[in-house]
């Protein structure tokens, strides 16, 4: 049937050229009776970019969130359903300028697209698998029929290398969600598996502790153990991770956060690692306005600076952007600000060194020492690393090197960013006066506590006999003899 196949291609052209050159999804009118018949083409992506925020081109309106270094995957709507195509499959993912991590994904990367609805939308999912063994998908928080829950042996069969399964359900509640394999989890979601679920509102004013901002990021928490040199997640690993991610990228491979001074920010963000995550933001003070269950009512919120995320859960926080700057945004648990790189250097700080960098290089050429002022020299220091291996700390600032890697990014607050526009305004140039710098003065000398007692310990007290009054069982309260 030739016709049919050139309708079909002709149809598949369109809906790529749609989705990849307009950046929208594609008009229902667009794709033929023929081709609407067929699984819809699976758009792939090949760049770990922030895309820009695909706004909907057809279905109910809504506001689109940024995927921090990801995508939305575009739909067609056949016959008022949303088809989304999803393919598991191996990627190669990018996960910092210099590295590049073999993972499972979806759609070419890892995490997989992000999937944006509306409250009441009916969705059609085809999965197909492209991995060695079999998956399934989890859309972990939803409501949904059972038999779409995605538990492979408890709610379906698992999907078998090669074929293609359809999930069809309402998304019934708004909210944060994350999607993931619910077959042989430990090795699939350790190589990278998952991705974000929106449901935006379909009537945002009426949606009780839903309230409507200028920009609302979200991204996934994620943790590979890459040994230096290679690129393929050990999957056995329980505690022991060296790469703290946000959406399978490490700082400085994250991209910034970037708003106009005055918006109201959301930043939704998912935990998909094996332990929790204190997620702080610098120079202003959020509320947690979400969580895995929906929207909290107004009252029950406090203003934060750090919330912390525990492990399968979702948050989203809000604020109002309104100090210009460029602003930390890390998780506070310090390691997780660290690149891969050996976890057991002993601690070095005080130790003196002296003559024995000489001495070991006679052994050991490249020898050389580390630590005995800190580790802040790491990330200055010209150690050659294995291929394919990020420096544990390696970002750089306007001022000089910033000492961290895994989960940290930038919050930049502009007054002149346009309205809608993500793309990187630069570093903040500080109004004169507004930033610490050295002080020239000479010091005077410090003032010590001068007396002892207080809380300074006396100084050469002979040690006191000590006295031992034993008590015997049953004694009656007399004191020992
Ligand atoms: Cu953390």
């Not at 928490?221 to 399978?248: Q, R, V, Y």
């Not at 020299?377 to 050659?384: L, V």
């Not at 309205?419 to 630069?426: A, E, N, S, V």
Request: aromatic share 8%; charged share 20%.
């Amino acid at each position: 049937m030739p016709q049919r196949t050139d309708d079909l291609r002709a149809a598949r052209r369109r809906f790529l050229g749609g989705a990849a050159l307009a950046g929208t999804a594609v008009a229902a009118s667009a794709v033929s009776r023929v081709a609407l018949a067929a699984v819809p083409e699976a758009v792939s992506q090949d760049t770990a970019a922030t895309a820009a925020p695909l706004q909907p081109g057809t279905g109910r309106p809504y506001n689109p969130v940024v995927t921090l270094n990801g995508w939305t995957l575009p739909w067609r709507m056949n016959g008022g359903v949303k088809e989304f195509h999803l393919v598991a499959e191996p990627v190669v993912r990018e996960m910092a300028p210099g590295m590049k991590a073999h993972l499972w994904g979806y759609n070419g990367q890892s995490p997989g697209p992000t999937i944006e609805v509306v409250g009441g939308d009916r969705v059609r999912i085809y999965v197909t698998n492209r991995l060695p063994e079999h998956t399934s998908i989890h859309w972990h928080g939803q409501r949904l029929p059972n038999g779409m829950d995605g538990v492979s042996g408890l709610t379906q069969p698992a999907i078998q290398p090669g074929k293609t399964f359809v999930y069809e359900f309402v998304a019934r509640r708004p909210g944060t969600f994350m999607y993931h394999p619910h077959a042989d989890e430990m090795t699939q979601m350790a190589m990278g598996m998952h991705g974000m679920w929106i449901t935006h509102p379909r009537d945002p004013k009426r949606t009780p502790g839903y309230q409507s901002v200028q920009r609302d990021f979200c991204f996934l928490l994620n943790a590979f153990d890459i040994e230096p040199g290679s690129a393929t997640p050990k999957i056995m690993t329980m505690t022991e991770f060296n790469l703290w991610a946000w959406n399978s990228r490490v700082f400085p491979g994250i991209d910034s956060l970037n708003v106009r001074r005055g918006d109201r920010v959301r930043i939704r963000v998912g935990n998909l690692t094996m332990t929790n995550h204190p997620i702080h933001l610098h120079g202003h003070e959020f509320v947690v306005a979400g969580t895995d269950g929906g929207w909290t009512p107004p009252g029950s919120r406090w203003p934060e600076v750090t919330t912390d995320i525990a492990v399968g859960q979702m948050r989203a926080v809000e604020f109002v952007a309104d100090e210009e700057g460029d602003w930390a945004f890390h998780c506070h648990k310090s390691h997780h600000t660290m690149n891969a790189m050996g976890h057991d250097v002993p601690t070095m700080i005080g130790v003196d060194h002296r003559g024995i960098a000489a001495k070991m290089g006679q052994l050991i050429p490249d020898y050389m020492v580390m630590g005995e002022r800190g580790m802040a020299d790491m990330a200055e220091m010209p150690m050659p690393l294995p291929d394919n291996t990020l420096p544990m700390m390696t970002g750089k600032g306007p001022f000089g090197s910033v000492e961290m890697g895994g989960m940290f990014s930038v919050l930049k607050v502009r007054r002149d960013q346009p309205h809608g526009d993500h793309r990187d305004p630069g570093w903040f140039a500080h109004p004169p006066g507004t930033r610490a710098h050295e002080v020239g003065a000479p010091l005077p000398e410090p003032v010590r506590q001068g007396a002892a007692g207080g809380s300074v310990m006396p100084p050469g007290q002979p040690p006191q006999p000590t006295e031992l009054r034993a008590r015997k069982p049953g004694a009656g309260g007399h004191a020992g003899h």
